[in-house]
């Protein structure tokens, strides 16, 4: 099943697996965010850099939130999820972070979400995959100008 938002319904756990991410960074807690990967994730961030398992993306951004990213927000559209197997789901989305009122979405991700049992036997959706990509906006200008005299 494709989902494109925000056509369709998407599944509220998944769904709610990404208001959590968001509300998590949003606080600012480190320990809150890594908790909603899965103890193994994968977590590729645009400038090449990956944190391996929920402690190293725990660490990351304890320091993270503690300078730089201090005080920002996390904004994100779903531009597509799909269930690629029971208990697997592919989203994209574009988003962004940033500390003003409007956030520019200048990135896309990939989530790779699995369905996993809470502590209470409970399905809860976490993350076991995401890479974040920035968008060059010279360079797309660049390509839909080649795209589009190579159709003509």
């Given at each position: 099943m ?14 709610t697996c990404?208001?959590?991410?968001t509300?998590?960074?949003?606080a600012g807690?480190?320990?809150a ?6 103890p193994?994730a994968s977590?590729?961030?645009y ?10 993306i725990?660490r990351?951004h304890a320091?993270?939130f503690?300078s730089?990213l ?8 779903i531009?597509?999820?799909?269930h690629i197997?029971p208990?697997?789901?592919?989203v ?11 956030i520019?979405?200048?990135k896309?991700q990939t ?7 809470d502590?209470?036997?409970d399905p ?8 974040n990509?920035r968008?060059?906006?010279?360079l797309l200008?660049?390509q839909?100008?080649f ?6």
């Open positions: 494709v989902i494109t938002a925000p056509d369709l319904e998407l599944d509220i756990g998944i769904r990404l208001d959590r991410i509300a998590a960074w949003d807690d480190a320990r965010y890594a908790a909603q990967f899965t193994d977590y590729v961030i400038v090449g850099d990956a944190s391996l398992g929920r402690d190293a725990e990351a320091r993270l503690a730089w201090k005080g920002t927000r996390m904004d994100m559209r531009i597509q999820a799909r197997a208990g697997t789901a592919v994209l989305t574009e988003g962004g972070i940033g500390k003003g009122r409007t520019r979405r200048d896309l989530f790779t979400l699995v369905e996993e049992e502590g209470a036997g809860l959706w976490r993350c076991a995959a995401f890479q990509t968008r060059n906006r010279l200008r660049v839909r100008l795209d589009r005299n190579r159709s003509a």
